[in-house]
């Protein structure tokens, strides 16, 4: 199993400014997932975080909107820039130890508000 | 492009009484998780099924997939208030990475 940690927990911010999140887990992991959860609603997958290279983004999510790391096996960060209150959301990191099949372990989540 | 509707989008249930969530995929899936995500919580996985017709139980939860592998059901038989919580299955099409579902969100009136 692997146990996720994720900062800040919660930030209000203003529209324009940038937040970057960051993701710890506590042991090496093969994939590292970002995800984003409006209240009530369903996990979408923004992107997958690669070791060492860029990462690999999904339909309707861009790089420069969303810039991430990772820049070894335990650590992570996600990047909202340029905000707006469309972006108010939950975002979740997530990791599986095994291959590409594993079972996906989530941080509890970073609870941003754009005003 | 690829979706995962679950049915119902809410439920509520008497303390005691069963609950069955469904899950339907618009494309074959290689395998499928179920995650619960508590209220105020972060989602935590279940189970994984990958065999056609698979069925696993886990004490009152039994999960099933679907022959053609294109859906999946979760069954709990007396539910409790612990059971309280939003239930998500996850659709894997083969690539690295997981398609969720829309949800069920389950209450339990003691």
């Known amino acids: 199993s692997a146990v996720i940690s994720q900062k800040p927990s919660r930030d209000i911010c203003q529209r324009g400014t940038s937040l970057t999140i960051q993701c710890q887990v506590d042991s090496q992991v093969t994939m590292m997932f970002w995800y984003r959860q409006q209240p009530g609603q369903s996990l979408t997958l923004i992107a997958t975080a690669n070791q060492g290279s860029e990462a690999t983004y999904e339909s309707g999510f861009v790089i420069d909107k969303f810039p991430i790391s990772r820049p070894n096996l335990t650590f992570s960060t996600l990047t909202v820039s340029n905000m707006s209150p469309e972006d108010s959301s939950i975002y979740l990191c997530?990791?599986?130890?095994?291959?590409?099949?594993?079972?996906?372990?989530f941080g509890p989540g970073t609870r941003l508000t754009v005003l | 492009g690829q979706q995962v509707m679950q049915i119902p989008q809410y439920q509520h249930v008497q303390e005691g009484e069963d609950f069955t969530t469904y899950c339907n995929s618009s494309t074959t899936l290689s395998n499928i998780q179920w995650y619960k995500q508590r209220p105020g919580g972060h989602p935590v996985f279940l189970i994984q099924?990958?065999?056609?017709?698979e069925v696993k139980k886990q004490k009152r939860l039994t999960f099933q997939f679907g022959e053609a592998k294109k859906n999946s059901s979760l069954h709990i038989t007396a539910t409790q208030t612990t059971d309280v919580g939003t239930y998500f299955c996850?659709?894997?099409?083969?690539?690295?990475?997981?398609?969720f579902g829309t949800g069920t969100r389950l209450k339990v009136l003691a």
């Open positions: 996850a659709g894997h099409l083969g690539t690295y990475k997981y398609i």
């Open positions: 997530s990791a599986s130890t095994g291959p590409s099949t594993d079972t996906q372990y």
């Open positions: 099924l990958v065999k056609s017709g």
